[in-house]
């Protein structure tokens, strides 16, 4: 067989179609969202003011194992997709492994991760039901800036809640958003309800994920037409994500490729989900067998270290709850560089698919991440988000494991992004200065003793 | 036939395997470097202190049509290339043109820019000679980056000398060749001669790329070991950048494709030379015809204003001198956001070109610019960077004029790069701040009064 490219791309041809609802292949299926106020399964009718109509009929379907890529989202994915997996030949030489790597790179677009591949489906059913616009929060900013390049796309308003310290130390994501014409607000703000109940209780805080979804939905709910849209942790998301492994499974399968590992980090899972989802299909079916690897940053555990049980999906607890692996709504992480993987909690499917045992989890400390990191950047070129570093790390982990055993294993990992606006976390890495925090057992412990009590 | 599809991408057996030296089918080849001391043609013996001695047989050679592309770079090269060349359909549709634009993109990579193409090149023969190391001077930071990137891969130390205004302003750009492992001095420094001289008569100077060109030099003479390497303007990055134009021609040869015009940007010509150099030796051997049309900001007009004469490339004089379009070497330009097209003067082949009549060049205002980036980022979804935006701007002109005649003209142009390291510009452009400031006629004059007397 010829030597296998550095890079396998897809024809326009060869790109998918069809989005894939991994939950139609589920057994067990996630556990459904659950109304705040009457602690019943979220209708169609309960999540009409917050979301798009057709997103809830994705949201909520659980038996349709494909849906059509509409049209105008399949010309837009045609700008910056097929993404390509690409073997690590330099990466695999540095490390001295029989191990074979590869990386399915989402980060070749201006929002700089696969975050776009929502993005772009959200946005366009808004156009098609007529709305004015969309709200959301963002923390790192990828979501905001996939959003942003989205609604620019689709002509709609794009009103973005940014956690305020991101705001303030990621001026430069804040500026992309502007030049596609959203309008970007610090959260917590004094332009919600909730956003002036949180300043009033903790006067100077620099916000949380949490708190801006809670303004962004109560931003969306008392505007006339507009809706929220939120870029990870719902199913529908992952169903939009599943164009990741779908493309990654095209390519590896016309070069015979059959990875035994599939690594990905793991935030609120849009990633994961999306990449492993055509595998773990084949899994589910008996057809295959693979091994899956969440990757979790240390200061931020919900899938090692938390608690499976419906949680509150954000601070103001004005959303629907979700059973989820969870380290509480009130968890506080420190101060990880990740800012895309600190969510208090999991997507429902990825927390289903794990507490049946399909999947593995591992915890990684970010100084290591950082460390892969660069060494993935000298080697490979191209330099890694924090978040995919997680990856990274992971699966270094795994080739150096081979290196010993002499298993020439096929890994493949999710490179969903780079780190251009990352680089204050890359000073800290090279002046040495960034350390590991990882929460006590009694932190933890403190916040998921605050779990809504769910019969 | 089939629609076009958004992007052509080449297989990897279709890459270019040797770069194309355009000199070879120029009838008026440019000008010769020549001796500041002497004012002779510079020989290979003058060079050789300066430069790694491959280099120097591909600067000086103007016969040899085509040079083989190690293998080693070629490895390289399957990393991150080939670009795509992209048919623009929704900028096509925002600007209602029947003109059809396509663009070359050089930006998805680190390095955000075409520079990775000669950097590796240059390091490779600096390792292949057994040198420890590079110096260079580097002002928007693309340059420096895409050396650092390959001192990396190839093992070597990288001694960047940044001028002072962007080390402090661009921060982020520092630490991602930082990340890389190369070392970062602000331009004017205390480390050089040159440097201190320069401090002393101007003390608070933030420094320019004449500036800091003078200190890499004498950094790389005074070091055991060490050579100066250069990311524009010299005949051997045009050949390297090459690459660029046998790519484009390659992937639209393939769908019948012929250009009618060709556009891009130019500062020191390292990426125009490369993107037109075919087909400029199409039209050179009279095979076929095009319209090349250089970019140039309106801030620092060498093609538009300036003069054809000898002149110094650096402000220390300690380099060769060119013949080239000039605004004189103590020309200082004003604070255009376009960093990479802040050189006073105009690569030699580039130069011969355009005083032959064989390319045309306009130049462009800086706001005309910026509007022309936000339109394509909303309609194409990258964020150009403010260099290549020029080139966007010339580009939906020419496609204007085509929508009032009614001509469906296919464009082709330049997309360098992306703007990601850029945002404070384009934070000026949103707030509406950004002015367009355009050297006087007596400015001008005035530099040119001091170029050097050749002979």
Request: glycine residues 8%.
């Amino acid at each position: 067989m010829n030597k296998i490219p550095y890079k396998i791309y897809l024809e326009e041809s060869e790109m998918p179609r069809k989005w894939y609802n991994l939950r139609a292949d589920m057994k067990n299926k996630p556990a459904p969202l659950l109304n705040p106020a009457t602690m019943q399964p979220m209708t169609k009718a309960d999540l009409a003011p917050v979301f798009c109509n057709d997103l809830i009929d994705q949201e909520l379907d659980e038996t349709t194992p494909f849906f059509d890529i509409p049209e105008e989202i399949l010309d837009f994915y045609k700008m910056y997709r097929p993404s390509p997996v690409v073997r690590a030949y330099f990466l695999e030489k540095a490390l001295g492994t029989p191990a074979k790597i590869y990386y399915k790179f989402e980060g070749n677009n201006t929002s700089g991760s696969h975050k776009l591949n929502s993005a772009i489906a959200q946005a366009y059913y808004a156009k098609k039901q007529g709305l004015k616009g969309v709200t959301t929060e963002t923390g790192a900013g990828q979501w905001g800036t996939a959003l942003s390049m989205a609604c620019a796309f689709f002509g709609l308003d794009c009103r973005v809640y940014m956690v305020k310290v991101s705001y303030e130390q990621k001026p430069f994501r804040r500026e992309v958003m502007r030049t596609y014409g959203a309008s970007i607000t610090p959260s917590p703000s004094d332009t919600t309800k909730v956003g002036r109940k949180i300043l009033e209780e903790f006067p100077g805080t620099t916000g949380s994920l949490g708190c801006a979804i809670s303004e962004a939905v109560e931003s969306a709910v008392s505007s006339e037409g507009y809706r929220y849209v939120l870029g990870s942790v719902l199913s529908q998301v992952l169903l939009h994500q599943s164009v990741i492994g779908l493309e990654a499974k095209a390519a590896l399968d016309k070069y015979q490729i059959a990875p035994d590992i599939i690594i990905g980090c793991a935030g609120g899972g849009s990633n994961l989900g999306g990449l492993i989802a055509p595998f773990m299909g084949e899994k589910l079916r008996g057809e295959k067998d693979y091994r899956f690897i969440a990757v979790e940053p240390a200061s931020c555990p919900s899938l090692t270290r938390g608690k499976y049980a419906y949680d509150f999906c954000d601070t103001g607890m004005v959303c629907p709850l979700a059973k989820m692996y969870t380290l509480g709504s009130s968890f506080m992480p420190s101060a990880n560089h990740a800012g895309g993987l600190r969510y208090h909690g999991m997507s429902s499917v990825l927390s289903q698919l794990y507490a049946d045992g399909l999947m593995e989890a591992v915890s990684v400390e970010q100084t290591s991440v950082f460390a892969a990191a660069q060494l993935f950047a000298r080697t490979e070129g191209t330099l890694p988000a924090p978040e995919s570093s997680h990856a990274i790390r992971a699966a270094i982990d795994e080739a150096l494991k081979c290196k010993e055993t002499g298993e020439e294993k096929t890994i493949l990992f999710g490179l969903t992004g780079t780190g251009y606006f990352d680089m204050t976390a890359y000073q800290k890495f090279n002046d040495g200065e960034m350390s590991d925090v990882i929460p006590s057992d009694e932190d933890i412990a403190k916040s998921l003793a605050k779990l809504p009590k769910v019969d």
